[in-house]
């Protein structure tokens, strides 16, 4: 192609369309956290910085707020909490107490909810070991193994055998056959071969369904396959139809404050840094909304019922993860050194969370030594030997200094499960 005619469409492209995040909103959002700024502090005064906080009131309003907008919809629903969404006991714990289930998708998340005493867990995720499967079979009464392929079948019906008990199963239908995303289930044209190779092993039940769209900003992904499946249990036969008891749909719902991101994370950053070209609004902030949970439950509940219970009549299971653990976890730092009016260092790094989030992702650093609704420039970096160590690129407050306590609002998603000893020690863990 000449340049004379993809030259225009990359400078429209790197000139942004991404929405900017609305000042209101995260006024308001910072505004919250500063009004309790006297409990995080208190905090410190038994336990010093860095620490993560959980705060298990926010966990339980969460778990209350999802059954609520979900409950009254459908006639028969259970939750399931995503472990892998964070992965610390307590979290689970709390979430066992408010009546979740637990979703699991590994031997090691397994084992820690048996010891916990999950009543209910379901076992997920692709490439279960013998030694994986053998440990859920001998805990029946309290597992549902969700079968990934023909082969975990395969695998799976001789343990049954060897115990002499039933194993209650259902089978994830992947909801991308082509992409990287096929590496999760069977397509759904496989379902009836799937049943009929189930029969080869009388101790496996079949008896359920499930299927998991990620990163879910509004509820279309998942109708979108509903209808999908709706059309292929409306042309089963109806013993077929019969035999299943339960549809289980997946988590991914995103938080309501929906994505914030930092100039790198959105399509024109990245063409930007993909040239090598200096960055463009770096101190400008950007919003992909998202769905409240009560707008995702009215949604996929009329979906559910037009497509999918007109055809069968079972239990609707849900496996929400980041919407329920995102706000309940708070990150509490200090700053180390002052090398620069715009460049602080703080006494962790961010293996704390296992990963450059803040390179993308925005989060608005807030200094509960000095408060203050203004957003200054400042780099606030970590303690690694690394320059990807960011926290952030600015922070709300009236300065900083040596000694300040910083706080990184609402890390309770994949940050606590993907933290990594790496250089530095990983901070303890305090609740509420």
């Given amino acids: 192609m000449d340049p004379s005619e993809w030259l225009p469409m990359v400078k429209a492209k790197m000139a942004g369309t991404s929405p900017l995040l609305a000042p209101k909103q995260l006024q308001a959002f910072v505004s919250y956290y500063f009004d309790r700024r006297d409990l995080y502090l208190d905090v410190l005064k038994t336990h010093p910085a860095p620490l993560y906080l959980q705060e298990s009131s926010v966990l339980r309003a969460r778990a209350a707020q999802m059954k609520r907008a979900f409950e009254h919809r459908l006639p028969e629903v259970a939750f399931y909490f995503a472990v892998k969404s964070n992965n610390h006991p307590h979290v689970a714990g709390v979430l066992i107490d408010e009546g979740f289930g637990l979703d699991v998708s590994s031997g090691q998340e397994l084992e820690s909810a048996l010891f916990l005493g999950a009543p209910d867990i379901v076992f997920s995720g692709p490439g279960k070991t013998l030694q994986e499967l053998r440990l859920a079979v001998s805990h029946a009464d309290r597992v549902v193994i969700l079968i990934d392929s023909f082969g975990e079948l395969e695998r799976l019906g001789p343990l049954a055998a060897e115990v002499d008990a039933t194993i209650r199963c259902g089978v994830r239908l992947t909801v991308n056959p082509t992409g990287l995303w096929r590496k999760f289930g069977i397509p759904m044209t496989d379902l009836p071969a799937f049943m009929d190779a189930v029969r080869r092993y009388p101790r496996v039940h079949l008896s359920g369904l499930q299927f998991h769209t990620s990163w879910n900003l509004s509820p279309a992904p998942q109708i979108a396959f509903i209808r ?25 719902y995103w938080p309501e404050q929906g994505e914030w991101l930092q100039a790198a994370g959105t399509p024109e950053g990245k063409l930007r840094d993909a040239l090598d070209l200096p960055a463009g609004g770096v101190d400008a902030h950007f919003h992909l909304p998202s769905t409240p949970i009560e707008g995702f439950a009215e949604a996929l509940s009329d979906a559910i019922r037009t497509h999918l219970l007109s ?10 993860g980041r919407w329920i653990c995102n706000d309940a976890v708070q990150l509490l730092l200090s700053v180390v ?73 609402t890390q309770g998603a994949y940050t606590y499960s993907l933290r990594q000893t790496f250089i530095k020690p990983l901070p303890c863990v305090i609740t509420l």
Avoid at 230 to 245: N, T, V, Y
Avoid at 340 to 351: H, S
């Fill in 337 to 409: 050194d002052k090398k620069a009016p715009d460049l602080v260092i703080t006494d962790a790094g961010t293996n704390t969370i296992g990963w450059e989030r803040f390179e993308t992702d925005y989060f608005p650093v807030l200094n509960l030594t000095r408060p203050s609704p203004v957003e200054k420039p400042c780099h606030i970096l970590g303690s690694l030997c690394t320059p990807h160590d960011v926290w952030g690129y600015t922070y709300f407050g009236s300065d900083i200094q040596p000694g300040d306590i910083l706080m990184i609002p």
């Fill in 228 to 252: 999908e499946l709706g059309e292929m249990l409306a042309a089963m036969p109806a013993e077929a139809r019969g035999s299943i008891e339960f549809i289980d749909i997946g988590g991914g």
């Fill in 311 to 320: 055809s069968v009549s079972c239990r609707i299971c849900l496996e929400p």
